[in-house]
């Protein structure tokens, strides 16, 4: 559907927890968070239910599984095979940190999930242990590789520009995007929880390594489900690059999606703390109609434009880590 300003809305991003199995620099505070308790979570019925309604009446018709870290709730599979089997979602995506993915890989493929985004923002151990708080790089190098075998389609790398990233792991991730037909997407960080982080390298940086390693990236909009992203291919590579800069380019006018918490808030926008309560209709017996009202009122409330690089802001009240990125 559209929204007050013309934008088609059909995109909607489901948080199954706000909890994870680790702490990045740029997501959560080193103190961690008060997890939601269980009772507060949407069930996976509860999201379906949602998820139809918002297909059938509502146009959407992509959702994506995120968190928190998806794979640490119980039995996400079985979520992604009720999604599956809503007649008006065309396309199931996830983004994981990757850490337990490769255990899950084949059931969620067999669940019908489409598309999967991996996090990896250096491949230097000790930079990595450090950026997400004691995670190991080995079990997201093999996610990887795995997501390619069981061809998800496409794979996506999200990798957020800190101080983690240095010259040698733009290198190494250009040889990836030669070898394996991934989408390696460089992401600006956005200052949106009370942690704050030193920024990393530039995107002009960023692409400069990328073109003194070897080619030209040359730009390419057919790049599959491209969403915000500005996309590049090198000549000869498997897969493509593409850059994502919500601080120095904001993307809004393009802006195509909802997003839901775990404790089932619509939020109209990422980066403002409007978010509207559908979780209590959703337990009142509520009506398609209801519900239906609820998703066209979220959209209807979608800012123009979010306003984190002009105007001072203390952080917003909840964590990445509690929306879902
Ligand atoms: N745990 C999963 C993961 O790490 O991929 C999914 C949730 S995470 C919040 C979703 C995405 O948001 C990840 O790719 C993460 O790198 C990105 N992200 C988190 N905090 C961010 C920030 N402050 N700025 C930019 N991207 C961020
Ligand atoms: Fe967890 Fe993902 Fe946030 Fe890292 S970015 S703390 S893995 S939710």
Not at 80 to 109: C, E, W, Y
Not at 139 to 165: D, G, H, R, W, Y
Not at 311 to 318: D, I, N, T, V, W
């Amino acid at each position: 559907m559209l929204d007050e300003y013309g934008r088609s809305i059909d995109y909607l991003r489901i948080s199954v927890t706000d909890r994870c199995n680790y702490r990045c620099a740029y997501c959560m505070p080193p103190e961690g968070i008060v997890p939601l308790q269980h009772r507060e979570l949407l069930t996976y019925e509860e999201i379906t239910r949602l998820a139809d309604v918002a297909s059938r009446v509502c146009g959407i018709t992509r959702v994506r599984i995120t968190g928190g870290e998806p794979l640490v709730r119980m039995g996400i599979a079985e979520l992604v095979a009720q999604l599956r089997a809503l007649p008006s979602i065309t396309d199931i995506a996830m983004t994981t940190n990757g850490s337990l993915f490769a255990a899950h890989a084949a059931a969620l493929k067999a669940a019908g999930l489409d598309r999967v985004n991996i996090s990896l923002d250096t491949f230097d151990e000790a930079r990595y242990r450090q950026l997400t708080g004691g995670g190991a790089l080995a079990p997201v190098l093999a996610a990887i590789e795995t997501a390619v075998a069981l061809q998800f389609q496409p794979v996506k790398i999200n990798v957020v520009l800190t101080a983690a990233l240095s010259r040698s792991d733009v290198e190494q991730l250009r040889a990836l995007v030669m070898r394996l037909p991934v989408i390696v997407r460089f992401i600006e960080y956005m200052p949106i929880g009370r942690q704050g982080i030193a920024p990393g390298l530039s995107v002009a940086k960023v692409k400069d390594l990328l073109e003194e390693a070897g080619g030209v990236l040359l730009p390419d909009e057919q790049v599959t489900g491209a969403g915000p992203a500005k996309n590049y291919r090198l000549a000869g590579a498997a897969g493509a690059i593409g850059f994502i800069t919500p601080m120095s380019d904001r993307f809004c006018q393009s802006c195509n999606r909802l997003r839901l918490t775990a404790d089932g808030r619509l939020k109209p926008c990422l980066l403002s703390d409007a978010e509207i309560n559908v979780r209590d209709c959703l337990r009142s017996g509520a009506d398609d109609d209801t519900l239906a009202a609820i998703v066209r009122e979220a959209v209807r409330a979608k800012p123009m434009g979010h306003h984190l690089t002009t105007s001072y802001h203390g952080g917003f009240e909840r964590q990445m880590c509690q929306i879902g990125g």
